[in-house]
């Protein structure tokens, strides 16, 4: 993405937020050019009007409507509403929240329009370390956005590899990589199973980056895991075309896992941090994994396929085995998991799943902070049961009495989740179907900022 944050500049336009019930004042105060264009505008401060107004010497002022509150979050639609140029603010609560929303809302995906590139407006961002925070965090989002929005034929198992391995040359950690039949070699069958029906260069894959930060050898270990299904078709339990459509979009969780990796990085947490991303194109041929079939996992437990549209926690399952080895501390793990998640939630609203009430509440403080949302369901154990299998010792799809999907998806992880640490799930949409004000439709990233916020917490 372009920089949108700067230290300075010769040609600004100064903004002014204001609230509703401030504005009446600020009006009176006001030249009578401002007044008459408010009129005409009907500009009241409402939650994101925008008021442009030049002044006698040629140069611009912007009021910006707060609406009720003064919430940084609001400046994340700003960018959209301006013409490009250069914009100081004055006021409006927290700088950093606001070079963030602001950095944040500047983001489009235009890889694919013949005009593409265009200037975005720019805000002042005096204070070096807090304007180097804001442009960590917001290129990371897009990072994450961008990979989300890329369509399957340009963003396949071999592009998430290359993505990876950039960031690790950069961040001067090791990168280990098993693909194609060696995941048999490597233990990794169920990774195998998923995508061995796609064709040799988009072959299955499973990606471990290690960094130590400045914890060195004795930092706690964090393993970040995402879910990289490059494309869902559904297998042979082919999804309909309605489906479909959005499945270059399963491997958010992937997207997620290397995004908040990377800030992890860039950030110097004093932790031991383990990326894992197991990647498989969920394809159809002759060798397709078949609903029925039995399967081995790395933790050593057969799972039984009852549809092969739930292959993302088979994949998910070997990566949190691996992850069990290394005896982490805390084990994250991202996933565009179930539909049922959405149908609980809806889109904007992902769920969290964990035994461990401090982290929970620590993650759902961040995330009103950040103004990133998300919501805690339960690992009711009422439903584990749904898992049985009359065959093998687990079932990937749920008995239909059991009916939360997004529960009984989450049961299935925490029987391959590490023994010791904590473990927190998140079934994220990683997609905005509407638009809304700073949120164009198309990829997004969910949770990555709250989590970000609590890491730091920890191990700076």
């Known amino acids: 993405m372009s920089e949108v944050l700067i230290a300075a500049s010769d040609n600004l336009t100064h903004i002014h937020p204001v609230t509703a019930k401030d504005w009446p004042e600020t009006l009176e105060k006001s030249s009578a050019l401002a007044q008459a264009l408010a009129a005409q505008t009907e500009f009241k401060a409402k939650t994101g009007q925008v008021l442009v107004v030049p002044d006698v010497a040629g140069e611009k002022v912007v009021a910006f409507g707060l609406g009720d509150a003064d919430d940084p979050a609001l400046y994340r639609a700003l960018p959209a509403k301006l013409p490009p140029g250069d914009y100081k603010i004055h006021g409006g609560g927290d700088p950093m929240r606001i070079a963030l929303s602001w950095a944040l809302g500047a983001y489009r995906f235009d890889r694919y329009k013949q005009k593409h590139g265009e200037p975005w407006p720019r805000l002042i961002v005096e204070d070096a370390a807090i304007r180097a925070q804001a442009i960590m965090i917001a290129h990371a989002c897009a990072?994450?956005?961008?990979?989300?929005?890329?369509?399957?034929?340009?963003?396949?198992?071999?592009?998430?590899?290359?993505?990876?391995?950039?960031?690790?040359?950069?961040?001067?950690?090791?990168?280990?990589?098993?693909?194609?039949?060696?995941?048999?070699?490597?233990?990794?069958?169920?990774?195998?199973?998923?995508?061995?029906?796609?064709?040799?260069?988009?072959?299955?894959?499973?990606?471990?980056?290690?960094?130590?930060?400045?914890?060195?050898?004795?930092?706690?270990?964090?393993?970040?895991?995402?879910?990289?299904?490059?494309?869902?078709?559904?297998?042979?339990?082919?999804?309909?075309?309605?489906?479909?459509?959005?499945?270059?979009?399963?491997?958010?969780g992937a997207a997620h896992a290397l995004a908040l990796g990377r800030m992890v990085m860039e950030a110097g947490l004093k932790v031991r941090l383990t990326v894992l991303v197991p990647v498989a194109e969920n394809a159809i041929s002759g060798d397709a994994m078949r609903p029925g079939d039995v399967i081995g996992s790395r933790k050593g437990l057969t799972i039984e396929v009852g549809n092969t549209d739930a292959e993302g926690r088979l994949i998910l399952a070997d990566a949190l085995a691996r992850a069990d080895e290394l005896k982490p501390d805390l084990t994250i793990d991202f996933a565009t998991l179930t539909g049922a998640a959405r149908m609980a939630l809806g889109p904007q609203l992902p769920p969290l799943f964990t035994d461990d009430d401090a982290l929970a509440a620590e993650l759902l403080a961040a995330g009103l902070a950040e103004a990133d949302p998300m919501w805690r369901l339960p690992l009711y154990a009422g439903y584990a049961e749904a898992l049985d299998s009359d065959i093998a010792d687990i079932a990937n799809d749920p008995a239909g009495w059991a009916q939360a999907g997004a529960v009984t998806a989450a049961l299935f992880l925490k029987r391959f989740a590490p023994s010791t640490g904590s473990w927190v799930h998140f079934d994220i949409m990683a997609w905005n179907p509407k638009a809304r004000p700073g949120h164009p439709t198309g990829g997004e990233a969910q949770a990555l900022r709250a989590v970000f916020a609590v890491l730091k917490s920890r191990y700076s």
């Open 143 to 252: 990072l994450a956005r961008d990979m989300i929005n890329t369509p399957a034929n340009d963003m396949g198992p071999l592009q998430i590899e290359s993505i990876a391995r950039e960031m690790a040359h950069k961040a001067k950690a090791k990168i280990a990589v098993v693909t194609g039949d060696d995941l048999h070699t490597e233990n990794y069958p169920a990774v195998h199973a998923v995508g061995r029906a796609a064709i040799p260069d988009r072959a299955p894959r499973m990606i471990e980056l290690t960094w130590n930060g400045s914890g060195g050898k004795s930092g706690p270990v964090v393993v970040i895991i995402g879910k990289g299904v490059v494309f869902d078709t559904g297998g042979l339990d082919i999804k309909p075309s309605a489906g479909m459509r959005l499945m270059k979009k399963d491997m958010g």
